[in-house]
C-alpha cells in the first residue's frame, strides 16, 4: 500500500465529505477535471477583461486537445452569462496555500485587487447562496489563507461561471465544526481506518453502489 500523503488537499477534503466510502475506494485512482471545468477555468483568467470566445476556445484546445467539441457552445453559453455581470480582473492566479497545523493544501483560482480570492466553478448557481461543498472549500482556502499571511480571513468569493455569477461566502462556524469533522476523517484512513457509509451518502448513480449494497454492516477492510 502507498505511502499515505503528510498534506491533504482542499479537493480530498471535499471528496471525504461527499462521501468517505467512495473515496476510499477512488483514492489510488488519479483525479480528473470534468471538460465543463477546463472551459470555466479558462473563461476566468479572461474575466475583467472582455472575453473572446474564439481567443479562449484556442487556448482550451491547447491545455485539453481533445476536448468534446460540442463544449464550445458551452463556452459560449458561459460567455453571454458572464457578459451580464461586472467582473475584477485577477491580481493573481493559481495560488497556492496551505496549513502545517493542518496538513492541509489547496489553491485559490483569483486573487482580487481587493485582496479576497475566488474560487472558480463549473457548476450552475444556487437561487442563493453556496453549495455546501462550496461553503467547505472557502472555509478551507481561509483557513490555509490565514495561517500563512497571520490574519484572519473571514470568507471568499465563489465564481458560478455558467450563470455569471460571484457569490461572497463568509465562513461560518458550521462550516468549520463540518471542516474539522471532515479533517478527523482522512486521517481516521490515514491510519489505516476504514470509514463507515454515511447515512446521507449521495447513492443516486454512484458506480460503487452494487459493492456498497454487499458490504453494507459489514466491515469494508474484510472485503478489499
Ligand atoms: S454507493 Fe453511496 S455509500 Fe457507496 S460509495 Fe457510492 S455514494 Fe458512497
Known sequence: MPEPPKFYTVSDLVRVHTCPVR????RNEPFAESDRYAVCKQISYHLGDPLDAEVIWAEVLVVRPKIDPSLREFLDICIAACNKGTWQPAEE???MVRSEKQGLTGMIDRVLPDG????????RAMPIGTFAADRLRVAA???????MTGEP???????YIPDGVS????VQ???LRQLITTLYKIRFMRDGEVPKHPLNA??????HMEKCESTRGRRLSDLL
Open 23 to 26: 473515496y476510499y475506494y477512488e
Open 202 to 207: 449521495p447513492c443516486v448513480r454512484c458506480r
Open 116 to 123: 479576497s480570492f475566488s474560487i472558480v466553478r463549473s457548476a
Open 93 to 95: 492566479t493559481d495560488v
Open 167 to 170: 457569490r461572497y461566502h463568509t
Open 173 to 175: 462556524p458550521r462550516d
Open 141 to 147: 482556502i481561509a483557513l490555509c489563507l490565514g495561517e
Open 153 to 159: 480571513v473571514q470568507g471568499g468569493h465563489v465564481e
